[in-house]
């Protein structure tokens, strides 16, 4: 072993949730992960640090910010990146999931970046392949890059989470992003609260440790953070809610609604919005209250601080192979 | 000055605090000023108008929360004016109406179009029900939060039972955000579609379509189920059979939050009254067997059912006179709503629970101010003989539509003045 060889942050070799980590882990990465904050900020945002090492991006739902983030987390830190069109691929062809990861597997990838419709797709494919899989979002289970992403870009504003309510909005029920980041930041010490409608609630919520709302005046009560979730509109048929004009006239950010929060609460989503139905244009594009674009930056620095920590995971699991 | 008006020597009846004394009551600037067994005894009050009823009863005006007018859409059958007409004369001062109408009730813009219409031609207040699903269609849910917001009372898919388990648990989950009433029909729709009465000797013998009565008991199981899912405020419109009551008795032990209505006709008529094919008294849900209708009567007597509704459907001549399969169903009711009620407690059963269940109980369900007589609340007032006999004409109604179930009937209890807001609204005689 080389003294070269920096200080393990994960125990696992995969990032498949949050649930899983610990305080101590998610401290870690957030620090880390501001380190790359300000090489990402530098004229010479490219390490060596993964130099060689193969990073494969196998989306099979569609993304535009998750994948071009982890594109350019992995370049930033020296890695080969392969993007997977799965559209154009043998999975179109009707090949099982399982197939596809033996086929990638012989390909000898060192990092796995998964996108998939179905909850516990990664967890399946982490059992099946050599490499590290890191989720990027599987059915309405896990996000847990956004989460990392959204916990640095709030902890750099309110420089911790002791206490601080986080008031999470909107499509709760199919939300992988409110799952991983009521985890995160419940795991935290922040108080977190949700707020929807009951039918995009989903069933025992309460149980989870945070407080559940159905209406913005009291779910929005000295919120720190005011997190909108998209509403799904391809799902607005009438099936959970009437229509979005209803949506935005109960559920949707306005300033009277940001006026129930703190004074200088602080707004976040994880895109795409939909203006009008979600959140008002006036508040999305207000710098003062808005850190939607903050999060996307802060995104590739978290990304890249979960590549350079399962690396780290890597070079243990090779270092032991070699002493063994 | 205001428009004073007591009333003296005569029995006050109030539901909802369960007062039943005989005293005064004094009406100023449209709302009830003071109460008491002792007021005016000695002296008469300085200017007012002073009705002496000795021998009457003064009670809340009634609340009925099921009645159809044809307006939008079939005003030469009931429009909201002459439907108030009816319900004056009927002593009932607040009328909830139902949103199958043409254009259906679905959007807050035609909430707001009822509420101003009503304001202009209605003598009694108006209270407008809006649909669960958009053109009643049972496929997607209406604005729920918007319709309230535009004045709506309740949620209600009149006479459809939503037949798709899954848009009913949403649409109940939703309407429970914002604390909303969802009213539903239990009749199984595949059960009951196509038929005409309730399967039973009597329907075979005259050969009509009929369904079994347990159809209503499978939706009140399924929705109650949903009900405990959900935590919404539900109550069934009008049921009609011993099943599905004690399946609602059961859940309200459990404390499950719903309650029920029944149509009057369903504790005054049995299926036998159909005679031969009287499309006047084809009603949705068919009339039952007299052990139901016995059950009904004895459901309002012991409190396990919350409310009595008229159910008010005005018909015409072209819907009626037809063959007993393809007739409309519906009676109008909103004359003979507090009769058939006052019925029931001159058959035993007590007059303060029989009288809730048209004024108070309605009021709180619909989240209305009426429906007592406490101070400072709106002067809605029924004035009536519990006694009077009298024998049901239907021409001498004063809905539009005259297709009354109880033509002919031998009735006891009317009323003799209504008043809505302090004014007087009908004065028999």
Redesign the interface.
């Known amino acids: 072993m080389t003294s070269a060889n920096p200080l393990p942050i994960l125990k696992s070799s995969h990032l498949l949730g949050i649930e899983g980590l610990s305080p101590e882990e998610v401290t870690a990465l957030l620090d880390l992960a501001d380190s790359y904050v300000a090489q990402s900020q530098a004229a010479d945002k490219k390490t060596a640090l993964l130099k060689g090492r193969t990073l494969i991006n196998l989306f099979f739902e569609a993304s535009t910010r998750t994948q071009s983030s982890f594109e350019l987390a992995g370049k930033r830190l020296g890695a080969d990146v392969m993007n997977m069109a799965v559209k154009n691929s043998s999975v179109a062809k009707g090949e099982t999931l399982i197939d596809t990861a033996s086929t990638l597997n012989a390909m000898r990838p060192d990092i796995l970046v998964v996108r998939h419709e179905n909850a516990g797709a990664t967890e399946l494919l982490s059992r099946k392949l050599s490499c590290s899989v890191i989720n990027a979002g599987d059915g309405a289970h896990e996000h847990p890059t956004q989460a990392l992403l959204d916990a640095l870009t709030i902890r750099r504003r309110l420089g911790g989470f002791e206490n601080r309510i986080v008031a999470i909005c909107g499509d709760i029920l199919h939300s992988r992003v409110a799952r991983s980041n009521l985890r995160l930041l419940a795991m935290m010490g922040a108080r977190v609260r949700l707020v929807a409608?009951?039918?995009l609630l989903p069933a025992d919520a309460d149980r989870f440790g945070v407080e559940v709302c159905?209406?913005m005046k009291t779910g929005l009560k000295d919120a720190d953070i005011v997190m909108m979730l998209r509403l799904q509109l391809e799902r607005m048929?009438?099936?959970?809610?009437?229509?979005s004009?209803?949506y935005f006239?109960?559920y949707g950010l306005d300033r009277e609604k940001l006026a129930y929060a703190k004074p200088g609460a602080l707004v976040m989503h994880p895109g795409p919005m939909n203006r009008g139905v979600e959140i008002s244009s006036d508040i999305a594009d207000d710098v003062e209250v808005s850190l939607i674009s903050e999060q996307v930056e802060m995104g590739v620095a978290a990304r890249m601080a979960v590549l350079d920590a399962l690396s780290r995971s890597i070079a243990r699991k090779s270092d032991s192979r070699g002493h063994a | 000055m205001s428009r004073r008006i007591a009333f003296k020597n005569v029995r006050l009846i109030d539901p909802a605090s369960g007062l039943d004394v005989k005293g005064g009551l004094l009406v100023e600037n449209g709302r009830i000023a003071d109460i008491g067994p002792r007021l005016f005894n000695d002296a008469e009050p300085n200017d007012p108008e002073v009705i002496d009823a000795r021998g009457l009863v003064l009670a809340p005006g009634l609340v009925d929360a099921c009645v159809h007018t044809g307006e939008p859409g079939a005003e030469h059958r009931e429009t909201l004016a002459s439907a108030s007409e009816a319900a004056a004369a009927g002593g009932v001062t607040t009328i909830a109406v139902m949103p199958s109408t043409n254009p259906v009730i679905d959007e807050p813009s035609l909430v707001d179009f009822l509420l101003r219409r009503a304001a202009a031609t209605a003598k009694v207040r108006v209270a407008p029900v809006a649909a669960l699903t958009k053109g009643l269609a049972g496929e997607t849910m209406t604005e729920i939060g918007l319709l309230r917001e535009a004045g709506a009372v309740a949620f209600y898919d009149c006479e459809r039972t939503v037949a798709n388990a899954r848009v009913l648990r949403r649409a109940m989950s939703y309407a429970a955000t914002f604390d909303a009433l969802v009213m539903a029909h239990a009749e199984e729709p595949e059960l009951t579609a196509g038929t005409a009465a309730t399967e039973s000797e009597f329907s075979t013998r005259l050969g009509l379509p009929a369904a079994p009565a347990i159809a209503e008991a499978m939706i009140v199981a399924r929705d109650i189920a949903l009900v405990e899912l959900t935590g919404a405020r539900y109550h069934f419109a009008q049921i009609s059979t011993r099943a599905a009551l004690a399946l609602i008795v059961a859940a309200k032990a459990r404390g499950v939050r719903v309650t029920c209505g029944v149509a009057a006709h369903h504790l005054a008529l049995n299926e036998l009254d159909v005679g031969a094919y009287y499309t006047f008294r084809k009603v949705k849900p068919p009339l039952r067997s007299e052990t139901d209708r016995a059950a009904m009567a004895d459901g309002v007597a012991r409190g396990d059912i919350d409310i009595i509704v008229s159910s008010h459907e005005p018909q015409g001549a072209d819907t009626k006179r037809q063959p007993f399969a393809v007739a409309a169903a519906g009676t109008v009711g909103l004359e003979t709503l507090l009769p058939i009620a006052l019925s029931l407690h001159h058959n035993g059963a007590d007059l303060m629970t029989v009288l809730k269940a048209v004024t108070a109980t309605p009021a709180r369900l619909l989240g209305l101010s009426g429906g007592t007589l406490a101070k400072g609340a709106p002067a809605d007032l029924v004035l009536f003989d519990a006694d009077e006999p009298f024998v049901v004409e239907a021409d001498k109604l004063h809905s539009r539509a005259r297709n009354t179930a109880f033509d002919g009937r031998r009735l006891q209890g009317r009323a003799r003045m209504t008043f809505v807001g302090g004014e007087c609204v009908f004065k028999r005689g």
Do not use: N, V, Y
């Open positions: 409608p009951r039918p159905t209406d048929g009438g099936a959970f809610i009437p229509s004009r209803e006239r109960f």
